[in-house]
């Protein structure tokens, strides 16, 4: 009978051995990553984004029906509005998001989901943490062993307390920054402008605008590759197109063509709003002072079959703006019958401290203007996503809309339709066509690194980046000038907040109760130690016993 008991006791402690064993985890006890953390700024005094930044908290899966005091752990196909709010409710300690490195996997459908998600939570104030992370093994394999923990909820209580001692694995996050965060209101916006002088004098003016800041969940992860690297890529196109227009006399059209590209545009297009002050209120003379035929903004233009122009008011007849949608229709009438186009008009309300688009600011001002972009709601989830890069992009989509807007242009300027010229002339082929290698390295360029506003006058490559769009505008351009714009610290526009990326260190740590589990089996293997020498002549000989008759047989 000893015996028996004696060897299910050993074969007990060695299958619990085996299975400490088999548990070992490949990853690091202690593992240090990057991760980003969410929007923090307050603008036209409401407040956005996490307030905090501190994290010591268990790793937990979103699905546990318990959050509280918990670092939740999604993937983007687990984000949503839902569990984001479940967190928010719970006091959960953080929430940690993870971001594949290459996104283009993503099927459309969690894409689309995750901008949604993400839009409705940039809209709230959240009072706990919230970081991005890219994904990579280690992080990777704490999301499988949390979700793993959380899927054996519903198994029987035996197997859970059974897989709790001997296998489970938790994971303990820590922001090792402890320093407070910091209000930053000294952010610059600056501003490019250059020009293109027609012939004449006293000639209308036409601006064509876009803004280069990008904008989303986690500002240093923000590339912003159709909003609005798009409209960016097409203005830089359309200064190299019509520069070869103006370089002769005998194409240059009665008309000046002055570009901008404003910082600011994700934050009430504050860059815009100083530019246009400085022109109208500052300067002696200025293209804004004098007769504006209209302004072209364009923004988000490099997806979807539809051109959507965006007014504040409808153009009326016989008026430049009037025109230029007519010869609109025609080039995509004509050319591109398959994209839908039309005017979306939408009032400008005054009450409101903010504007939906970039026109508004320049309709404020009486200046007449438009916004052209494939997106027709302003609040759009595709106008500021972490998702937002290069796998966002249809190269031949954003080809297309440039070569429609550079179509529509130039028959404005040159008044085509009344003399008679047919509605499919195409003015831009050959070497005055859209370059597809230029295009494409421009918005490499553009997405090479995040852009998000606060970054901008801040880090050494993207004040790189916008030297190099200067660079661009003093190549085929004249006139240009480089304006940047200082907030008033005392009483700032917009104030950002520090520690937008934080080292986090990951530690592996067994619960409590493996813990006891463990003590458990070294008691049980002490005293069967101590059994067998108390008792060794009589185990001796039962062994012994057992043994002669195993060779009997």
């Not at 590339?223 to 190299?240: F, H, K, M, P, T």
């Not at 661009?472 to 714009?485: A, D, G, M, N, P």
């Amino acid at each position: 009978m000893f015996l028996k008991i004696l060897s299910i006791t050993v074969l007990l402690l060695l299958v619990s051995v085996q299975n400490l064993h088999g548990s070992a985890l490949t990853a690091a006890s202690s593992y240090e990553f990057t991760a980003y953390r969410m929007q923090q700024f307050n603008m036209a005094q409401r407040k956005h984004g996490c307030r905090g930044a501190i994290v010591v908290a268990e790793a937990r899966s979103s699905d546990e029906p318990v959050l509280t005091r918990r670092c939740v752990v999604m993937k983007v196909s687990d984000f949503s509005t839902e569990k984001y709010l479940k967190a928010q409710r719970q006091n959960a300690a953080a929430i940690l998001i993870l971001l594949p490195k290459n996104t283009s996997g993503i099927p459309p459908e969690t894409t689309q989901s995750f901008m949604i998600s993400e839009r409705d939570a940039l809209l709230m104030e959240s009072p706990i943490p919230v970081y991005v992370a890219l994904e990579d093994e280690q992080l990777l394999y704490m999301y499988d062993e949390v979700k793993q923990t959380a899927s054996i909820r519903t198994s029987s209580i035996f197997i859970r307390v059974l897989r709790s001692m001997i296998t489970a694995t938790a994971f303990q996050i820590l922001v090792s920054n402890n320093a407070p965060i910091k209000a930053v209101t000294d952010t610059t916006f600056v501003t490019l402008e250059g020009v293109l002088p027609g012939a004449g004098d006293d000639l209308p003016t036409i601006v064509i605008t876009a803004h280069y800041d990008a904008y989303g969940l986690a500002p240093w992860l923000s590339y912003g590759a159709d909003s609005n690297g798009s409209g960016v890529v097409i203005l830089l196109e359309l200064a190299r197109l019509f520069q070869r227009l103006y370089s002769r006399s005998s194409t240059r059209p009665p008309f000046h063509l002055l570009f901008s590209l404003t910082g600011g545009g994700k934050h009430n297009f504050l860059g815009t709003k100083r530019w246009i002050e400085e022109n109208l209120d500052h300067a002696e003379s200025s293209l804004l002072h004098d007769n504006v035929a209209f302004v072209l903004c364009l923004d988000t233009l490099a997806n979807g079959d539809e051109l959507h122009v965006h007014v504040s008011r409808p153009p009326k007849p016989d008026t430049p703006l009037h025109s230029f949608v007519q010869q609109l229709e025609e080039v995509v009438s004509s050319r591109f019958s398959w994209v839908k186009t039309g005017l979306v008009h939408k009032k400008i309300n005054l009450v409101e401290s903010t504007v939906a688009w970039e026109h508004e600011r320049y309709s404020l001002r009486r200046i007449p203007g438009f916004t052209l972009s494939h997106v027709e709601d302003p609040k759009s989830e595709l106008r500021g996503s972490i998702l937002d890069d290069m796998s966002q992009v249809d190269f031949r989509k954003l080809k297309r809309n440039g070569i429609i807007i550079a179509e529509t242009l130039a028959r404005f300027m040159f008044n085509l339709s009344d003399r008679g010229s047919p509605q499919d002339l195409q003015l831009f082929k050959g070497q005055m066509d859209f370059q597809d290698s230029r295009v494409s390295s421009l918005m490499s360029t553009l997405t090479s690194l995040p852009r998000a506003t606060q970054l901008l006058d801040k880090e050494l490559g993207q004040v790189t980046l916008v030297n190099t769009l200067e660079q661009e505008f003093r190549h085929y351009l004249q006139q240009v000038h480089r304006h940047t714009f200082r907030q008033d610290k005392r009483d700032p526009d917009i104030t950002f907040f520090d520690q937008m990326n934080q080292p986090i260190v990951m530690y592996r740590v067994k619960p409590a109760a493996f813990d006891l589990f463990l003590g458990g089996c070294i008691a049980a293997y002490l005293g069967i130690v101590y059994y067998a020498i108390q008792n060794f002549g009589f185990v001796y000989t039962k062994v012994k016993a057992a043994v002669k008759t195993k060779a009997c047989k």
